[in-house]
């Protein structure tokens, strides 16, 4: 390994440690609250290193949301499998609700909405990272499950709106008013039957 | 009009006017920057008056929201003839009502809440958030009643249209803090009813 790769390697150490520190923090303090020396020191860091790496609090609030979501996330690996459009459903919403619910992301969701006020620019990034991506990711999918004959044509922006709709309805709309609202027991019996409503409407 | 009437009429104006300073103080402070003292003055009250119409910020912050969550008259499923019209009515008058009294805002206030006051916001989610959940899936059922929606579970039903209304005009409206109901919100509410009604429409 030449001196390229090693400094690559500390780099990215440092840049997933930060992460990590940055991540507890903000959720134990908020973010208004949240200090950037503390998050340095925590990460074993400089300020000045952390800054390296990320341009400001916002920014690096931004790549722990993303991190958040994007953990277990690749939707389009599973579309090439035998599974059934239902089951392909299934995987989405489960993977989509580990998400929300191992990662902490309705906690720093919360985080973001309580401050959206005061800080407009890092609430506005956060729904672009939260819903932009994740959306235009399930819409491809579908498109392509269209073209495959194995969805309805159907208007796919609305169609992926509605699935996901539905399910931050059950499960993500009440934990954001409760901390303490986990998965229930019967989650899978509840993604089943939304699916079941999407099928209805649009499986060919 | 006797004294007694004269005293109630003071006594009306003064809630009235407790209410709308302590709705537009918890909007610009919060909940827990939001001060008492400041409430009565701007409602031009003593605060040992403001505690006897409301006897503490909890008390005051619940009647704030029942305000803004009232049903109004309009707020039923009329009766008439199409059933897509019918529905779509509906969700705007509800989307409406929402966005001019700044409902998320007032929920922004609860979510800031849940990791200082996990119980309150609960209390709040509870009493207020639900009950409009409720409120849909029972007006769904009438149009089942009347023969104008197929017998469905009403309580999927509601997830349907209003996760798919919440996707597009309410998620983004938690994020926004100046967003406004969008000029094609009908449009949207519209594709949405016609979704639901190919599923569940007699």
Redesign the interface.
């Known amino acids: 390994m030449g001196l390229e790769d090693y400094r690559r390697n500390v780099s990215e150490t440092k840049h997933a440690s930060i992460l990590k520190a940055g991540r507890e923090v903000f959720l134990r303090d ?1 973010f208004a609250r949240a200090a950037v020396a503390e998050i340095a020191r925590d990460a074993d860091v400089s300020t000045a290193t952390l800054y390296k790496h990320f341009a400001s609090k916002e920014e690096l609030f931004a790549a722990i949301i993303m991190d958040a979501v994007t953990r277990v996330e690749d939707i389009s690996d599973q579309e090439g499998s035998d599974e059934t459009f239902a089951d392909l459903l299934l995987t989405i919403g489960r993977t989509y609700l580990a998400n929300q619910f191992e990662h902490r992301a309705n906690d720093l969701m ?1 985080i ?6 005061a800080n ?1 620019g890092l ?2 990034e ?2 672009r990272v939260l ?1 932009g991506r994740r959306r235009q990711r399930l819409v491809t999918l579908f498109d392509r499950l269209v073209e495959r004959g194995i969805m309805k044509p159907n ?1 796919t922006d ?2 992926a ?2 699935i ?7 499960f993500v ?2 934990a ?5 609202f986990a998965l229930p027991p019967d989650t899978d019996e509840k993604l089943r ?2 699916i079941q ?1 999407f099928l ?2 649009y499986e060919a | 009009m006797g004294l007694e009437n004269y005293r109630r009429s003071v006594s009306e104006a003064k809630h009235a006017s407790i209410l709308k300073a302590g709705r537009d103080v918890f909007l610009r402070d919060g909940y827990s920057r939001a001060a008492v003292s400041d409430i009565a003055r701007d409602a031009n009250v003593s605060t040992a008056t403001l505690y006897k119409h409301f006897r503490s910020k909890e008390e005051l912050f619940d009647a704030v929201l029942q305000e803004a969550y009232e049903a109004d008259e309009s707020d039923s499923i009329a009766e008439g003839a199409d059933t897509e019209d019918l529905i779509v009515a509906y969700c705007m008058r509800v989307l409406q009502s929402q966005y001019e009294r700044r409902v998320h805002a007032l929920l922004r206030i609860i979510i800031a809440e849940v990791p200082k006051a996990p119980q309150r916001a609960r209390h709040l989610y509870e009493n207020f958030v639900t009950p409009r959940h409720v409120a849909s899936a029972q007006a769904l059922e009438r149009l089942v009643a009347l023969g104008k929606l197929k017998p469905h579970d009403t309580y999927y039903g509601a997830c349907f249209l209003g996760g798919v209304m919440k996707e597009y005009l309410v998620w983004p409206a938690l994020f926004d803090a100046s967003m406004t109901l969008p000029d094609n919100a009908e449009a949207i509410v519209r594709q949405a009813v016609r979704a639901y009604l190919e599923l569940y429409g007699a």
Do not use: C, H, N, Y
């Not at chain 1, 973001?112 to 006020?117: L, M, P, T």
């Open positions: 908020g919360r973001v909405i309580g401050e959206s006020s407009p609430a506005a956060t729904l819903t208007d609305l169609s709106q509605l996901s709709g539905m399910i931050k309805e059950l709309w009440p954001l008013f409760d901390s303490s039957a939304i409503v209805a409407r």
